[in-house]
Protein backbone atom coordinates (compact mmCIF):
# COMPACT_ATOMS: atom_id res chain seq x y z
CA UNK A 1 0.00 0.00 0.00
CA UNK A 2 0.81 3.67 -0.45
CA UNK A 3 -0.09 6.72 0.78
CA UNK A 4 -2.76 8.81 -0.96
CA UNK A 5 -2.72 12.52 -0.30
CA UNK A 6 -5.53 14.59 -2.44
CA UNK A 7 -6.40 18.33 -2.97
CA UNK A 8 -8.90 20.14 -4.80
CA UNK A 9 -12.54 19.64 -4.34
CA UNK A 10 -14.94 22.55 -2.87
CA UNK A 11 -17.97 24.14 -4.00
CA UNK A 12 -18.70 25.35 -7.00
CA UNK A 13 -21.97 26.09 -9.16
CA UNK A 14 -23.84 24.51 -11.76
CA UNK A 15 -21.68 25.13 -14.81
CA UNK A 16 -18.27 25.42 -13.10
CA UNK A 17 -15.17 23.83 -13.24
CA UNK A 18 -12.66 22.12 -10.27
CA UNK A 19 -10.01 20.17 -10.33
CA UNK A 20 -8.83 16.95 -7.79
CA UNK A 21 -5.17 16.43 -7.77
CA UNK A 22 -4.06 13.19 -5.68
CA UNK A 23 -0.19 12.40 -4.76
CA UNK A 24 1.31 8.95 -3.85
CA UNK A 25 4.17 8.01 -1.60
CA UNK A 26 5.76 4.97 -3.72
CA UNK A 27 4.71 3.57 -6.80
CA UNK A 28 1.36 2.29 -8.29
CA UNK A 29 0.41 0.80 -11.76
CA UNK A 30 -2.59 2.51 -11.62
CA UNK A 31 -4.35 5.41 -10.42
CA UNK A 32 -8.59 6.03 -10.35
CA UNK A 33 -10.91 8.24 -9.02
CA UNK A 34 -14.19 7.10 -7.24
CA UNK A 35 -16.74 8.91 -6.20
CA UNK A 36 -19.72 8.18 -3.63
CA UNK A 37 -22.92 9.58 -2.34
CA UNK A 38 -24.50 8.47 0.78
CA UNK A 39 -26.43 5.23 0.39
CA UNK A 40 -24.93 4.35 -2.54
CA UNK A 41 -21.48 2.24 -3.60
CA UNK A 42 -18.64 3.80 -4.94
CA UNK A 43 -18.11 3.94 -8.54
CA UNK A 44 -15.01 4.63 -10.39
CA UNK A 45 -15.28 7.28 -13.14
CA UNK A 46 -12.30 8.10 -14.35
CA UNK A 47 -8.55 5.48 -14.26
CA UNK A 48 -4.89 6.21 -15.68
CA UNK A 49 -2.23 3.64 -15.68
CA UNK A 50 1.08 4.91 -14.80
CA UNK A 51 2.87 5.32 -18.59
CA UNK A 52 -0.47 7.54 -19.00
CA UNK A 53 -1.13 5.51 -22.27
CA UNK A 54 -4.45 4.01 -20.69
CA UNK A 55 -7.16 6.11 -19.73
CA UNK A 56 -10.35 5.51 -19.00
CA UNK A 57 -13.71 7.41 -17.89
CA UNK A 58 -17.37 6.43 -17.10
CA UNK A 59 -19.90 7.60 -19.60
CA UNK A 60 -21.04 9.97 -17.00
CA UNK A 61 -18.23 12.27 -17.11
CA UNK A 62 -17.01 11.32 -20.52
CA UNK A 63 -16.76 14.87 -22.42
CA UNK A 64 -16.44 16.97 -19.31
CA UNK A 65 -13.70 15.47 -16.77
CA UNK A 66 -10.36 14.75 -17.90
CA UNK A 67 -7.69 12.44 -16.03
CA UNK A 68 -3.59 13.36 -16.14
CA UNK A 69 -0.84 11.99 -14.55
CA UNK A 70 3.21 13.95 -13.78
CA UNK A 71 4.61 10.32 -13.29
CA UNK A 72 7.35 11.88 -11.81
CA UNK A 73 5.64 13.53 -9.32
CA UNK A 74 3.76 10.59 -8.66
CA UNK A 75 0.44 12.82 -9.09
CA UNK A 76 -2.87 12.32 -10.58
CA UNK A 77 -4.99 15.03 -11.64
CA UNK A 78 -8.84 15.01 -12.58
CA UNK A 79 -10.22 18.26 -14.19
CA UNK A 80 -13.92 18.56 -14.15
CA UNK A 81 -15.49 20.56 -15.98
CA UNK A 82 -19.04 21.67 -16.85
CA UNK A 83 -20.16 20.36 -13.14
CA UNK A 84 -23.58 19.30 -13.13
CA UNK A 85 -25.89 18.94 -9.63
CA UNK A 86 -25.57 15.07 -9.62
CA UNK A 87 -21.67 15.06 -9.67
CA UNK A 88 -22.32 16.23 -5.78
CA UNK A 89 -20.53 13.61 -3.86
CA UNK A 90 -17.34 12.63 -1.99
CA UNK A 91 -14.19 11.85 -4.25
CA UNK A 92 -11.68 9.18 -3.51
CA UNK A 93 -8.31 8.81 -4.79
CA UNK A 94 -7.36 5.54 -5.19
CA UNK A 95 -4.24 3.18 -6.64
CA UNK A 96 -3.40 -0.25 -7.62
CA UNK A 97 -0.28 -2.47 -8.78
CA UNK A 98 -2.18 -5.74 -10.22
CA UNK A 99 -0.74 -6.79 -13.25
CA UNK A 100 -4.40 -6.97 -14.44
CA UNK A 101 -6.86 -4.76 -13.09
CA UNK A 102 -10.05 -3.60 -13.68
CA UNK A 103 -12.09 0.03 -12.89
CA UNK A 104 -13.42 -1.58 -10.07
CA UNK A 105 -12.75 -0.96 -6.52
CA UNK A 106 -11.82 -4.80 -5.54
CA UNK A 107 -8.58 -4.17 -7.83
CA UNK A 108 -7.80 -0.70 -5.88
CA UNK A 109 -5.08 -1.37 -2.45
CA UNK A 110 -4.80 2.18 -1.38
CA UNK A 111 -6.69 5.41 -0.94
CA UNK A 112 -7.00 8.59 -0.18
CA UNK A 113 -9.33 10.29 2.83
CA UNK A 114 -11.74 11.57 0.51
CA UNK A 115 -12.74 14.92 -0.51
CA UNK A 116 -15.84 16.94 -0.77
CA UNK A 117 -17.40 18.29 -4.40
CA UNK A 118 -20.84 20.04 -4.41
CA UNK A 119 -22.03 21.56 -7.21
CA UNK A 120 -25.16 23.73 -6.42
CA UNK A 121 -27.61 25.21 -8.55
Known amino acids: QVRLVESGGGSVQAGGSLRLSCTASGYTRYMAWFRQVPGREREAIAGIDSSGAITWLDDSVQGRFTISQDNAAKTVSLLMDSLKTEDTAMYYC?????????????????WGQGTQVTVSS
Open 94 to 110: AAGRASEWRWMAAYFDS
